[in-house]
């Protein structure tokens, strides 16, 4: 899938969610964790699925398919993409991961203007792959609840 | 040397630690004023070589080093103008200020070794920098730039294992040395070699027993002994179902150093809370004097320690108690004296620790709060109704006082009485885990007990289940733990407008179902229930009851913040890691009470509330307290117009006149027995000991209507047929399968208080 020179290539972390598939650059991630025992966080937003202990740190799971507005169940046990943020982390229950993929920026590309609104300001773009798309997560609007609700 | 100059003048605290931060903070001030001196806009270093000239003098003229202080004075005039660009610092005027740095040192060092400033005056050196100031060359101008490259070594900042000792001795030696006609002449009196000997041994002994560690590597330390103390915990709870002894017992031991060590830890944040009282005598003394007062301090428990940013949290609140007290509370000796008490006033201000809690009490024995004035106060000022006040019982009353916006001062002084103060002091010590209580005599006194926690880090919790999950209460505002049977549950739950209470010795405490607030589980009749455990806390507003699945256990939880997108919910506080690894989250009392709509607006008015079914037509939905009243009639009341249900004895039962009252809330409150209101005879036996009384308001005048029996409540969405309709019934209608009269409570209640009025009560 190497379409650059590694100079001006980006990595992205790249996973599953319903028929999406999605990427967030590998810098942003923390870690990458099989699904956890989760606490249910009552009165919150149904897009916050739990707390999850991780290693001692409290970590914020939302549920990435409700974000996304599809079926809010995970059709087996979600992984976590956990991000970490100065003021603590959250964790993106996402269907499956995938590969780390290296791409050329030149196949950026802005989301279509057709897209749902709600889907255009979740993503940054869409990088064209060969044969698929890999549409890139974006992080700030993603973690936000109840903007989309 | 001799035995006598070694001998060391015992310090006070406060000038111990006086000098130990001026010391360091003179080094950096060299640095400063030679950097500057290249730099000469770099803003930040004038202001931090200000702030500490400025500290330094502020100190002085608080432990009373006059000297000083009038030369810390000039040099922060020099420094002021510099720092609002009026002049521009140049060699001239950093030599100076060097001179002035090693002139503070030198008294510093005075101070140190014999625990007064000494004589010397310093004219010549003042009069420069008053010359500086003025805008003036300086009499003598000299240079002296060894003086300041040997001082620059040393970094303010470094803390650990930095030679202390040698430093001061070199400042010691330069000082003495390069100035020995000007700087020191008492010192000089004396070997000079000796007395910076003797300045580096006192200087050593304060060093030595303490040092000084940067604060957030002691908060480091706390959270990673947060994080051994969850996982020593884990540890436990996984063997505890293991049986291997080997492995049994090193975990005992492990538990027991981790227990050991997390007191230790906790014990290097911890100080006395002495130093913070020892600036009151001062604070205490000044004040009385200006209000002409005469105040006796009494100090018990100074030595009762707190975590240091709890220290910090409470300077200011105890402060502003103080002064409170002091300025409102102490009555001038001439009014005292007509009250028969001592002249004096005492101000006792006591510490003890309670079961993992600091208590803070703060007594005075002065006017006390007078509950009268404070409830015309809140009511001029806005903060109740007139007919809420009339409502409060004194001790509610005197909580007022932490209303925002309220000052009870009749004139303002520059002291207190502003109209901020109570109700900050009461944020800020809720901000740090604490609570505050005032209890008031008036014409004896007034006490403020404040309850803190020992450290915000680790707080004793109560560990709850509701739905299969765990839930953390906080200790310190857990009252007591109830279970009740079905028995007890149909003997003292009651539901008013789908609100269960609970009868609590006497008292009526709001009951949430924590199940049902968190909308874990469909709302269900608590009184069907075969058993229910209740933990009772402390609300902002009084005590209420949280009704959960289970009462798991007693921990020690570490606290960890929630994440923004969870934060909002307000119900919680924070999370926790439990011994098997799982988040548990940490109710807030606060939250729940307000999520439970608990908070003032309804608490004290059952009957109102949110949620009460729109207005309908003849047909609505409606909570009605049904009792019986004069021959078989059974009456229904709409819970809306009722304020309490009470009970008296009949012996509390007073004449008025003709008319019968009660006292009641400080009141005279009338009665009224609904049966003769409605024309029917009472059925009631005359032999009853107890009156049950609906307590209804008109304004501010409560009136008790005796009924005889209190059937039931219920919310019924009743059709009410006009057909019995009179004065103050609206009609009949069938409830629970009988005929009931519909009583409007007020109408009733009206015409009684216009013939009441009329025989003068």
């Given amino acids: 899938m190497k379409s650059a020179t590694t100079g001006d290539a980006l990595q992205f972390c790249s996973f599953y969610l319903g028929d999406l598939f999605l990427g967030i650059s590998v810098s942003a991630v923390q870690e990458v964790i099989r699904t956890q025992v989760m606490t249910p966080v009552p009165l919150a937003d149904p897009c916050v699925s739990g707390l999850v202990n991780l290693r001692g740190q409290i970590v914020t799971a939302l549920n990435l398919r409700r974000q996304f507005g599809l079926d809010p169940s995970y059709p087996k046990p979600p992984m976590n993409i956990v991000i970490s943020y100065s003021d603590g982390a959250i964790s993106l229950l996402v269907d499956e991961i995938g590969d780390v993929i290296t791409v050329n920026p030149d196949t950026f590309e802005a989301v279509p203007e057709t897209l749902e609104s709600s889907y255009k300001a979740l993503l940054e773009g869409v990088f064209k792959l060969d044969g698929t798309l890999l549409l890139l997560l974006n992080l700030e609007t993603a973690t936000q609840i109840g903007a989309f609700a | ?761």
Wanted: glycine residues 8%; contains cysteine.
């Fill in chain 2, 1 to 761: 040397m001799s035995e006598t100059e070694h001998e060391r003048v015992e310090l006070p605290e406060e000038v111990v630690e006086f000098l130990v931060e001026s010391n360091e903070n003179l080094d950096r001030l060299d640095q400063d004023l030679v950097a500057l001196e290249t730099d000469p806009a770099n803003k930040e270093r004038i202001s931090s070589i200000f702030r500490t000239i400025h500290t330094i003098k502020g100190t002085c003229g608080f432990l009373g080093f006059t000297r000083l202080e009038a030369v810390a004075h000039v040099g922060e005039n020099l420094l002021s103008k510099i720092r609002d660009e009026t002049y521009t610092l140049d060699a001239e005027k950093t030599d100076v200020l060097l001179e002035m740095v090693d002139v503070v040192r030198g008294y510093l060092a005075k101070v140190s070794a014999t625990g007064t400033e000494g004589t010397e005056e310093h004219a010549d050196l003042i009069s420069k920098l008053q010359h500086l100031v003025d805008g003036k060359p300086p009499p003598k101008p000299r240079t002296k730039r060894s003086v300041r490259t040997k001082s620059v070594s040393s970094n303010a900042f470094v803390f650990s294992d930095e030679p202390e000792p040698t430093k001061t001795e070199s400042v010691g030696v330069d000082t003495a040395t390069k100035e020995p006609d000007k700087l020191l002449p008492e010192i000089k009196e004396t070997p000079p070699a000796s007395e910076s000997k003797v300045l580096a041994e006192v200087k050593n002994n304060i060093s030595d027993s303490s040092v000084r560690v940067d604060v957030s590597l002691l908060d480091n330390l706390m959270d990673l002994v947060g994080e051994l103390v969850l996982a020593r915990n884990q540890i436990l709870q996984y063997t505890s179902t293991d049986s291997s002894s080997a492995l049994s017992s090193t975990t005992q031991r492990l538990n027991l150093i981790t227990s050991e060590l997390q007191e230790n830890v906790m014990k290097t944040r911890m100080q006395p809370i002495g130093t913070v009282l020892a600036k009151f005598p001062r604070v205490v003394r000044d004040l009385a004097n200006s209000c002409g007062k005469k105040v006796d301090l009494v100090f018990e428990g100074k030595e009762t320690e707190l975590d240091r940013t709890i220290i910090e949290a409470i300077k200011d609140p105890l402060t502003h108690l103080i002064r409170n007290s002091v300025d409102h509370g102490i009555e001038t000796p001439e009014q005292r004296r007509l009250l028969g008490k001592k002249e004096n006033g005492i101000l006792r201000i006591s510490a003890y620790h309670e079961s993992g809690y600091v208590n803070i009490e703060i007594s005075d024995d002065g006017s006390g709060i007078d509950p009268e004035k404070i409830k015309a106060k809140a009511i001029e000022k806005g903060i109740v109704s007139s007919d809420l006040a009339m409502k409060l019982s004194d001790r509610e009353t005197t909580a007022l006082i932490f209303a925002p916006g309220f000052s009870t001062a009749e004139k303002i002084t520059n002291v207190s009485g502003r109209g901020v103060g109570m109700d900050v002091v009461k944020t800020n010590i809720e901000k740090i885990g604490g609570s505050i209580d005032v209890v008031s005599t008036p014409n004896q006194g007034t006490t403020f007990k404040i309850k803190i926690p020992l450290t915000l880090a680790i707080v004793p919790a109560l560990i709850v289940s509701c739905t299969g999950e765990r839930y953390a209460i906080a200790q310190t505002s857990l009252v007591e733990l109830l279970k009740l049977d079905e028995e007890q549950i149909k003997k003292a739950v009651a539901v008013i407008d789908g609100r269960a209470v609970l009868r609590l010795r006497g008292k009526l405490v709001p009951l949430v179902d924590l199940g049902s607030l968190l909308r874990l589980n469909p709302s269900k009749d608590i009184q069907l229930l075969d058993s229910i455990n209740v933990v009772v806390v402390q609300g902002e507003h009084g005590p209420f009851g949280i009704s959960v699945d289970g009462v798991v256990d007693t921990q020690e939880i570490v606290v960890k913040p929630l994440g923004k997108q969870v934060k909002d919910v307000g119900v919680f506080s924070g999370a926790t890691i439990m011994g098997d690894g799982r988040v548990a989250l940490i109710l807030d009392v606060g939250g729940v009470a307000s999520a439970g709509a608990l908070d003032g607006s309804n608490s004290r008015n059952v009957g109102s509330k949110e949620g009460v079914p729109e207005e309908g037509s003849e047909h609505e939905s409606k909570t009605l307290l049904v009792v019986r009243a004069g021959d078989n009639s059974r009456l229904a009341i709409s819970l809306e117009s009722i304020d309490r249900l009470e009970e008296f004895d009949v012996g509390d039962v007073e004449w008025a006149g003709a008319a019968p009252v009660v006292q009641y809330r400080d009141a005279i409150m009338p009665l009224l027995w609904l049966s003769s209101a409605l024309g029917s005879v009472s059925s009631s036996n005359e032999e009853q000991s107890l009156y049950q009384v609906v307590v209804h308001s008109v304004g501010s005048r409560s009136v008790g209507v005796v009924v005889d029996d209190i059937l039931d409540i219920t919310e019924v969405s009743v059709k009410i047929d006009p057909y019995s309709a009179r004065l103050g019934v609206l009609g009949s209608a069938v409830i629970a399968q009988k005929v009931t009269e519909i009583v409007d409570l007020s109408v009733i209640v009206e015409s009684f208080l216009s013939s009441y009025e009329g025989i003068g009560v």
